[in-house]
């Protein structure tokens, strides 16, 4: 009885340490980016892409109500996908 009272105290020991240290952790992010500040200078690294998109929708938007536009595609008519936006691959800093 005593091994398995003592392996339910280490659990129960490791689990609140798990969690007093993740606790600490966040504290010690929330912290170093109070003193710091998150720095706002950086364009975020999708901004071109979220922009043609929002720019793409608000094209469509304008177009809804015409009726001399086609909005139908045949199933094997691909053409559609030519001007779709496409991301920028992702900068790599490191190999």
């Not at 398995?4 to 129960?12: E, K, P, S, T, V």
């Not at 490791?14 to 706002?40: E, P, R, S």
């Not at 999708?46 to 929708?57: F, G, H, M, N, W």
Request: with cysteine.
């Amino acid at each position: 009885m005593s091994f398995l009272n003592r392996a339910a105290d280490a659990a129960q020991k490791t689990a609140v340490m798990g969690l007093v240290g993740m606790f600490g952790f966040q504290l010690w992010q929330i912290g170093k980016n109070c003193y710091h500040g998150i720095d706002h200078s950086k364009p975020h690294p999708q901004k071109e892409y979220i922009e043609t998109l929002r720019d793409q929708a608000d094209e469509d938007y304008k177009k809804h109500y015409k009726i001399d536009h086609r909005d139908w595609y045949d199933k094997d008519d691909d053409s559609y996908l030519e001007n779709a936006p496409k991301p920028k691959p992702p900068t790599r800093y490191f190999k």
